[in-house]
């Protein structure tokens, strides 16, 4: 496997990781603008980042496969986002409240995301520019899926 070994090489990386806080964005417009999308964008909005949480998930296990093999504890926490995400999902299966509190969850879950990527991964691709990246990513779309699980609980409230 033929790891960047440099910033330039990272860049599309980079910008596609940043790019993809903009679809939360939009929804969180729409939870603020749109009074007919109280349910529609926060519905879409916990889609969008239980997606990207559980492609972190792969993401973690692609790199655990292909650099540590060995260390069986990264492919159980590779595992959890796609679990969480699921799991998430249930109470609205089950008519309960949602999805206002399980985007706060998630929003929480994947700001914290990034320490999994410097702690774990980060050894394997460890450039500056990328963890920068992925902070800035897991914070921006962390703390907007809270923003619009919050919204979400106190227009329901």
Do not use: H
């Not at 060995?70 to 926490?77: D, G």
């Not at 998430?88 to 700001?111: C, D, E, V, Y």
């Amino acid at each position: 496997m033929s790891e960047p070994t440099n910033t330039q090489q990272l860049k599309t990386a980079c910008f596609l990781t940043l790019i993809a806080i903009v679809p939360q964005l939009l929804f969180l417009f729409s939870t603020l603008t749109d009074s007919a999308a109280l349910w529609t964008a926060p519905v879409a909005a916990f889609a969008y980042a239980a997606s990207i949480f559980s492609f972190l998930g792969g993401y973690w296990w692609g790199v655990a496969l292909t650099t540590r093999p060995q260390e069986q504890a990264i492919f159980v926490i590779a595992v959890l986002p796609a679990l969480l995400s699921f799991a998430l999902f249930l109470p609205w299966i089950w008519g309960w409240s949602w999805p206002g509190p399980q985007l706060i969850f998630l929003g929480i879950a994947i700001t914290a995301s990034f320490l999994v990527d410097w702690r774990i991964i980060g050894i394997a691709v460890s450039t500056p520019t990328w963890i920068l990246a992925r902070i800035i990513a897991s914070l921006g779309l962390g703390s907007t899926t809270i923003l619009i699980g919050a919204i979400t609980v106190a227009s329901n409230g």
